[in-house]
């Protein structure tokens, strides 16, 4: 078919002034959503889903979509003013964006990721117009096999999260796993760690694990010795990026856009992976790799650049075959079969106006995003001022509405403080709490894909490697964990000769 | 002390890990582990506990002659207890009292768990934020929860 | 005399109570209702019910608001309603796991037929049989054969513990008198991944999930678990038109919590059978491949009838298979 045709038709459906209009209150309300935290896209997509009722199919979905990469762009900025990740992919953002905050470099943290976001949504979207078929043709030769080996290698490239100890992320991601298995076992329905509480049966809530872990430590940590020091951030320096942070963050945001892009095709959960497989390969390709964790801008802008590709190209399975690669596509499902549209295969061929239509919103969804957030980025830096001891009982306030909000699940409110407790004494005796969160959203995924993995052979482990997609990414895997502890082996020979320091 | 020459981060932080690791390996031992065709419930869960403990030994032994250098804070007790009471106050009362009481009572505690904040400073960001909290979860999101809920009668 | 006092106040108060409840019950509804699907959002069912309560909404003059309470395989949210206020504000639609929650889940912290006073039926959506592209057998007599001649080496997905696709899959194998492995999934999107992709044999699921499917080849379809054939897959036989004794619906009803005024239950059935008589609601419904019940269908007595005999049918089942949920 002739693209350039498809995506003028696209165009003239997503430029009708009422969808741009319907496009504008998506991501803006995306992006309120995903700067609130607890509240997600999910949820938002979920009130909003009767409102959609009396718009036209295409008005609809283009909003609905709007809401959700518009709260990929909102949910970093949490993660990097106050710690306080809303989703996984923000979690990595938290990292070096948060130190970057306490630094005074609120304003670059944010306009890398509003820069890195608005590449990746774009090179996303095309992407998504030019190859959509043939890329999610090529995502279902994907079996459980293949992801079991796909997440192996992203939780042994991962242990880069660490800026400390090596040992100790490890662990952290060995109880993060351990973590993700509360709840009910899918295969048998035997609830696992749940104390005989029903509420525990689907898990815990990752986002009360997330703002716990995060926020609520983080928070409790900035209560001790108050008067003895400033918590907050320092004077703000500048709102903008320097020459040299340009130079930092165009490689990063290029292969954190690529790996993100081909993550986010694959429906059975590889854009989970995306922004921590970006930040990983980061810091293994940084000339200064002892800046992770302390605000290295890469560390913002590759990530977020994942994330948001990723984003976009889960639509790829969605709106090409009708598979929906996470909750907030199952929305989209929903969304689309309350308009009268059943997704599908025939979508492109049925509904061409629509299917073109909203790619075509998609990018300007982002054009619109980026023109949003970057006047923004002054009035967030702004928030920074409110003195610290006004803004944290917020904080604590939107942690338990938000998360209270998702299910209606007391027990994920329980949750944030029990998390805030295990993080803020974890933390103190210096363990990071990334890798356990890593662990948190893989360890499903990983047990899940296994034992699957091992029925569908009839118990043959030879089917990891007879199998070429997974026999290489467990080589891959195995090259990463040769590549990580070689350089280690030679600094212990050579510290043998060294005092400690 | 035999203890002064480990850092105690490390010791703790291994223990916790053994700890963990002991309790989600042992209550695994309760689910069917099955066959590795048909792996069962406690399989993964037996495993990496195990793992995490075997860990947890090491993350503790990789502190012997390394102890703190860095003095530590203490911890605000009157923080966390304000902190965490005020999330399982949360939880506990949001369905009963409603989301205005609840947030008003919670805000207010929240904000006195800092030394900072004078009870005059607490109560005014409170309704504050109960005022914010309301127009934004309340009204703009149409969160479906009551304002003010069945204990209060109404 | 005190006590007296006091008992007399106590009537008098009680008096008022129920003059109160049964004025409430002329009003009603005075303020939004509460429909709790346990089904986390955008799935076949909570697709039901967001149709059906925009309508309802019309009618009633009250906003009718869907809340998605998943988990559990929908026992939490069933759970929820049934503790709840019984004032009519707070409804569930659940669907055919209300049925065989009692049996899957020996340790069920309610009692479908006596926590909750039934409103009536809705729709039963019918089931598909469907394969992976290039399997083998192409009609459901080839099929049936090939599940028994192959057994276990045949591989079925379902969409986790007590969802409708593991019902199915029970039945089957119950009507063939063999085992296939089954392949549990975290709900139906991912299975039919699996499937149109070809790492798994086949699966019996809603018409909902498979019907776009089956339309653009992606998969193959054996037969439709109905009685009559689909109106929007007309050449795809029945299961009985095949020789395969499998009938399955996965019927969807709406309830209140017990003890709920009659007045209200009858306000709501009312508003439930003009739904279910209105266009849009006809037209979306179809496009799921189901059709709503009749009149008739949507009242209490029909769903209790409905719901008593299903728990029969698959206590049956389900302990036949020996699979349960905790």
């Known amino acids: 078919m002739d693209i350039i045709a498809s995506l003028g038709l696209g165009f003239s459906v997503a430029l009708d002034p009422m969808n741009i209009l319907y496009c504008f209150i998506g991501v803006l309300l995306g992006t309120l959503v995903g700067v609130l935290p607890g509240i997600g896209p999910t949820a938002t997509i979920a009130m909003l889903l009767p409102i959609t009722f009396s718009l036209s199919p295409a008005g609809a979905l283009i909003m609905l979509a709007g809401i959700y990469y518009g709260a990929q762009y909102g949910g970093s900025t949490t993660a990097i003013l106050i710690n306080l990740p809303g989703e996984s992919s923000s979690a990595v953002t938290a990292i070096d964006g948060y130190q970057m905050a306490k630094q005074g470099r609120a304003g670059p943290a944010l306009a890398t990721a509003a820069l890195g976001s608005f590449f990746a949504g774009t090179v996303g979207t095309l992407l998504l117009a030019f190859f959509a078929p043939p890329l999610a043709r090529a995502a279902l030769n994907f079996g459980a096999p293949e992801y079991f080996a796909l997440i192996v290698l992203g939780l042994l490239v991962s242990i880069a999260l660490a800026h400390g100890s090596i040992l100790k992320a490890l662990a952290m991601i060995v109880l993060g796993l351990l973590l993700g298995m509360v709840g009910q076992d899918i295969y048998t329905g035997q609830p696992r760690f749940t104390f005989g509480i029903r509420e525990l049966y689907s898990g815990l809530n990752f986002v009360s694990v997330a703002v716990g872990i995060f926020g609520v430590a983080e928070i409790l940590r900035n209560l001790e010795n108050e008067k003895g020091r400033d918590v907050m951030v320092k004077a703000v320096k500048n709102l903008w990026l320097t020459k040299d942070d340009f130079k930092r963050i165009a490689a990063p945001v290029v292969r954190g856009t690529v790996l993100g892009s081909v993550l986010g095709i694959l429906p059975g959960g590889g854009h989970i992976l995306a922004s921590f497989a970006s930040y990983s390969a980061e810091k293994r390709l940084s000339k200064h790799p002892e800046e992770f964790g302390h605000g290295a801008i890469e560390g913002v802008a590759g990530p977020e650049s994942a994330n948001n590709a990723a984003a976009q190209t889960s639509f790829i399975p969605l709106m090409t075959l009708g598979i929906p690669a996470h909750p907030v596509m199952a929305l989209m499902v929903g969304a689309f079969i309350l308009q009268g549209i059943t997704p599908g295969p025939n979508v492109i061929n049925d509904q061409p106006a629509l299917f073109w239509g909203i790619i075509a919103s998609m990018w300007i969804g982002n054009v619109m995003l980026v023109l949003l957030n970057l006047p923004l980025i002054g009035l967030w830096v702004k928030m920074l001022s409110i003195p610290y001891r006004a803004l944290f009982p917020a904080i604590v306030l939107f942690a338990c509405i938000g998360c209270y909000s998702i299910n209606q699940n007391i027990y994920d409110v329980y949750a944030i403080g029990f998390f805030g407790v295990v993080g803020y004494v974890l933390m103190r005796f210096g363990c990071e709490p990334a890798p356990l969160l890593l662990g948190f959203v893989l360890g499903p995924l990983l047990e899940e894909h296994l034992r699957r993995a091992m029925i569908i052979s009839r118990g043959d482990p030879t089917v990891f490697i007879t199998r070429p997609i997974s026999a290489t990414l467990l080589g891959l895997a195995v090259l990463a964990v040769v590549i990580a502890v070689l350089p280690s082996i030679r600094k212990k020979r050579k510290e043998v000769f060294v005092e400690e320091d | ?88 106050f949360f939880g506990a009362t949001i369905r009963g009292l409603g989301f205005v009481p609840v947030v008003l009572v919670s805000s207010f505690v929240a904000a006195l768990s800092s030394r900072l904040n004078s009870p005059l400073f607490s109560i005014l960001l409170a309704i504050t934020l109960t005022v914010m909290c309301t127009l934004i979860f309340v009204v703009g999101l149409g969160m479906s929860v009551p304002w003010f809920g069945p204990w209060l009668g109404m | 005399m005190k006590k007296t006092v006091i008992t007399l106040a106590t009537g008098a108060l009680l008096a008022g109570l129920a003059f109160a409840g049964s004025a409430f019950a002329q009003d009603y509804p005075t303020k939004p209702i509460t429909v709790v699907v346990p089904f986390s959002a955008g799935g076949p069912t909570d697709t039901v019910a967001r149709l059906v309560a925009e309508v309802m909404s019309k009618d009633l003059g009250q906003q009718v608001v869907v809340q998605n309470v998943g988990g559990a395989g929908g026992t939490l949210g069933a759970g929820q309603v049934a503790t709840a206020p019984n004032d009519g504000y707070t409804l569930l639609l659940h669907h055919i796991g209300m049925s065989t929650a009692p049996t899957l889940y020996r340790s069920l912290p309610y009692d479908p037929t006596k926590d909750f006073a039934p409103i009536g039926l809705i729709t039963s959506v019918p089931m598909t049989l469907v394969a992976r592209k290039d399997f083998e057998p192409t009609t459901l007599a080839e099929l049936m054969d090939y599940i028994k001649a192959n057994g276990e080496n045949v591989t079925y997905a379902h969409a986790g513990i007590g969802s409708a696709s593991q019902l199915c899959g029970m039945l089957l194998m119950d009507a063939l008198d063999t085992q296939m492995t089954t392949v549990p999934y975290q709900g139906a999107g991912p299975a039919m991944t699996d499937i ?78 003009a739904a279910l ?50």
């Open chain 3, 196 to 273: 149109i992709g070809g790492q798994i044999d086949m699966i019996c699921d809603q018409s909902t999930n498979t019907t776009s499917q089956i339309k653009a080849g992606e998969v193959k379809a054996y037969g439709v678990t109905t009685p009559e054939r689909l109106a929007n897959l007309p050449d795809l036989p029945t299961t009985k038109e095949g020789g395969l004794d499998l009938e399955i619906g996965v019927w969807h009803g709406l309830y209140a919590p017990a003890g709920t005024d009659a007045a209200i239950i009858t306000k709501l059935e009312t508003a439930l059978q």
């Open chain 2, 1 to 88: 002390m035999a203890v002064s020459n480990f850092s105690t981060k490390d010791l703790v932080s291994g223990g916790i890990f053994v700890v963990a690791g002991a309790y989600f390996a042992l209550e695994a031992l309760n689910y069917e582990v099955g066959t590795p065709f048909r792996m069962g419930p406690g399989f993964m869960p037996l495993f990496l506990g195990s793992v995490l403990a075997g860990l947890g030994l090491a993350v503790a032994a990789s502190g012997w002659k390394k102890p703190d250098t860095e003095e530590r804070l203490t911890p605000s007790w009157r923080g966390i207890v304000l902190i965490i009471g005020v999330v399982i």
């Open chain 3, 277 to 326: 008589a209105d266009e849009t609601v006809i037209s979306r419904f179809a496009e799921l491949g189901t059709v709503p019940v009749t009149a008739d269908q949507a009242t209490p007595a029909a769903l209790a009838e409905t719901l008593t005999s299903q728990i029969a049918l698959w206590k049956g089942v389900i302990e036949k298979a020996g699979v349960y949920a905790d």
